[in-house]
Each structure stands twice: as C-alpha cells, then as structure tokens.
C-alpha cells in the first residue's frame, strides 16, 4: 500500500531530533531538574502572552499621546513598564523612530538578540545567516527581499544589538489612519514594521 | 557574519508558526528552565553556540544549536553526566532534585528578567561625541565585538552606563563591568564608497573594545 505522508503532527513518526529532546526532557524530569509544568507554562507564555501585540499597543500609545513618545525615546524601559511590558530579554529597551527621512532596522549579527517583551520570539528569517550577514552591509537589497524599496534619499540607521541593550522601531503612522482610537491603531501595527523590513499601509 | 557575502537570499515566511515542531518549544523552554540552576550565564550559553564548528553550524536550525548548546552545558556542569544523557536515564541511586523553577513561578521570572547593568566599574573613559576606534583585537575566546568594526572609526552617540562584560563573564572570569556605549559608524567608513552616504550602522561596544580616534 502506497504510504501516504499526513502533516498533522499526531500522525507523523517522530523525528530523530524530537526523540533526542523527548529522553532528554524525561532525565531532566526524573532527575528533578525541570519542572514539566514549568515548561508548559514557558511555552505559553510565548504562544499567548507575549508577543508583538505588546509592541503595536507601545506604538500606538506613541502615535496618540506625545508625551508617551517622549517618554518613550528617552527611557523606553520605562515608558515600555508603564503599559505592562518588561523582563526577559527586554531589560534595557531603546526605541527608535521612523520618519520621512530616517529609517531603522534592527538586527543581530552575532546571534539572535530581539526584544521578547515586545516582539515576542523572533522569526526565522531574522535568525537566518541570510539576514544577520546582509543587514549591515546592504540593508537596501535586503529590504527588497521584502518587498520594501528604500531609496538613498532616506537614511538608514541599522542597529546591531552586540549588547543586552535591545531595540524596538516605531514605524511612522500610515496615512489615512486619521480619527482612529488606540485599539483600532495597534492593530494596524504588524511585528515586521516594529523590526524595520516593513511599513505600514494604510487601513 | 556581519557584512558576510554569499549567504543566500532572505525567506521570510508569513505564516511562520512560532515552534515548527512541538520539540522546538521544549528545548526553548528546557533552555530557561534548566539555566534557572544558576551554573552558567547567557554569555556562556552564547559561547556555546558559537563553539559548534563552522560548518555544522550554518547547516543546523536554530533550535538544534540551543539542543546542542544546552546540552554540552548540562554535561560540562555536572547537572548530568554524559552517559544520562546518551540514556535518557538517571544514574542508579542518583539523588531527585527539587527544580528552582517551578510553573507558579514562571510568570514573575520572565517579567523580572536580569538586568546587565552593574552599579560597579570604573567611571566612563568616553563621552557623547567622542571620535573612537573599534580596537582591531582578535580574541579566542568570547567576545561581542564583530569583526566588520574592528580597526574602524565611529562616534560615541550614547553611554549605556556600566554593563556585566561577556568576553569575561562568559568563561567565568566574573562580570567584570565596564562601560557600554552606543557608537556610530557611516557606512562608507564600514563597506567604502559603494554605501549610501547617509546611512549609519550602530554597535553597543564595551570600553575596552574602543580607543581614541
């Protein structure tokens, strides 16, 4: 009988590499290493919790409330703490702000450093040694990869978190999203315009 | 690989899922939990990772290098030993440990985080507007300088105040705080007269990776 692949996972044979983290959860496990319950709950945190919902509701805020975007560009820790948001991997925020004629992009040439508070886990694509080796040196052709055309009349400002120091771009408000509230404005804000290979359309 | 050519094009995927395999979110989710013990710091696991060989390295996803670093580590502190990890059993009469992190408690431990900021350390050598040069050192061992500044000038844009230092803390020499400052460099200063003349490229460089320029 012709055997047929199904993608759901509760059919496929495991892989090699999940039956290696699969014995080696259960030491960690029956050794008293781990909590089980505590990986449960690490995973949803990062499934549920936080993610780059957090990061379009500090963009908005931004956009609506100046002294918020003040705040914001000078200790964004802080501003980014006063709606709830903060911890690991976001220990010492900084925000930059995109405008007519300056555009950020934010990567990590040396590992994978993002700003989990705000961002949530990072894509692929932003660990890929495609993206951490051309961002510094062709920000351009790598923009266009997604779709994006900066022309050199706009500057652009790349910033290599080599720290614990990590960043967050606030892209510019879209035209055409005049007399929106705050709500409806993050949820125009993608994570790919809060990392800089993106910008945002209007509603 | 800052500045590396030859790496292929960018795939972004947009309906990415965040774990591509249950397996993924585990080895996060171990990574965190078991680093919870304290034995080693974030610098190390980097170290870690980077010390997978080159090759292996650019053909390993993501996720495999965390397996991979956490589990050299685990073996390297003692947490397991090589053989309870080749098994996936427990030594006969090892003893049950009690584990730090426990589900209760994972909601403040990630919102709390550890800050990298250190009280200590000697005061800032540079200040806002300073020409500098990024030190054209190689070291061995850790280190969160890129090759693609060292020897060139940029600008001191922002003093970060005194953070813990990876080439040190990651081998276990202590934090060894120094202060951390965001610099500038232009783009034609990094990749020459082919960049865009206005664009700039910023880096989070510890004093000691700096000179006067």
């Known amino acids: 009988m012709e055997h047929h692949h199904h993608h759901d996972e509760g059919q496929a044979a495991p892989s090699e590499i999940a039956l ?31 993610g780059p919902r957090n990061g379009a ?64 886990l990072p894509p692929v694509w932003y660990k890929s040694s495609a993206y951490r080796s051309r961002a510094v040196i062709d920000p351009r052709g ?16 790349v910033w290599d ?22 709500e409806a404005l993050a949820a125009l804000v993608t994570r790919d315009s809060m990392i800089g290979v993106a910008r945002l359309s209007r509603p | 690989m800052g500045g590396m050519h030859g790496l292929g094009p960018v795939a972004p995927d947009a309906d990415e899922p965040l774990f591509h395999a249950p397996w993924e979110g585990r080895v996060l989710a171990m990574t965190l939990a078991v680093g919870a013990w304290g034995r080693w710091n974030i610098d190390a696991s980097r170290h870690q990772r980077e010390c997978i060989p080159g090759p292996t390295y650019l053909v390993m996803s993501y996720y495999e290098k965390w397996l991979a670093g956490l589990t050299a580590l685990i073996a390297q502190t003692g947490l397991a030993t090589p053989a309870e990890i080749e098994s996936g059993r427990p030594a006969a009469g090892a003893p049950k440990l009690a584990p730090p992190l426990t589900a209760d ?27 500098v040069r990024a030190r054209n050192i190689n070291p061995i061992g850790h280190t969160r300088l890129p090759r693609y500044v060292r020897g060139r000038q940029g600008v001191i844009e922002r003093d970060h105040g005194a953070h813990v230092f990876p080439d040190s803390n990651a081998h276990g020499a202590g934090e060894a705080p120094q202060p951390l400052y965001g610099v500038a460099f232009a783009a034609r200063e990094l990749w020459g007269e082919s960049a865009a003349a206005r664009d700039l490229i910023h880096l989070d460089l510890w004093e000691s990776y700096l000179e006067p320029a």
Not at chain 1, 142 to 157: N, S, V
Not at chain 2, 116 to 128: I, K, N, S
Request: hydrophobic share 45%; charged share 25%; glycine share 8%.
């Open chain 1, 20 to 50: 290696r983290v699969k014995a080696l959860e259960s030491l960690l496990v029956e050794k008293g290493l781990v909590d089980p319950a505590a990986l449960d709950a690490i995973i949803d945190t990062y499934e549920h919790k936080v």
């Open chain 1, 142 to 157: 790598l923009l266009a990869e997604f779709g994006l055309a900066i022309g050199e009349e706009t500057a652009i400002r």
């Open chain 2, 105 to 131: 408690r994972v909601a403040d431990a990630m919102a709390k985080g550890s800050p990298y900021t250190r009280r200590e350390g000697a005061p800032p050598r540079f200040v806002v507007g300073d020409q």
């Open chain 1, 57 to 120: 509701k500090v963009v908005a805020r931004a956009w609506i409330d100046d002294a918020y975007r003040r705040r914001l560009l000078i200790d964004a820790t802080a501003a980014i703490a006063e709606l709830g948001f903060g911890g690991r991997q976001g220990e010492h925020m900084i925000a930059v702000e995109n405008t007519s004629d300056v555009h950020n992009l934010v990567v990590c040439t040396l590992c994978s450093c993002y700003p989990w508070p705000v961002l949530g």
């Open chain 1, 161 to 182: 978190s080599t720290a614990e120091v990590r960043y967050l771009v606030i892209p510019e408000r879209p035209a055409g999203a005049e007399g929106l509230g705050e």
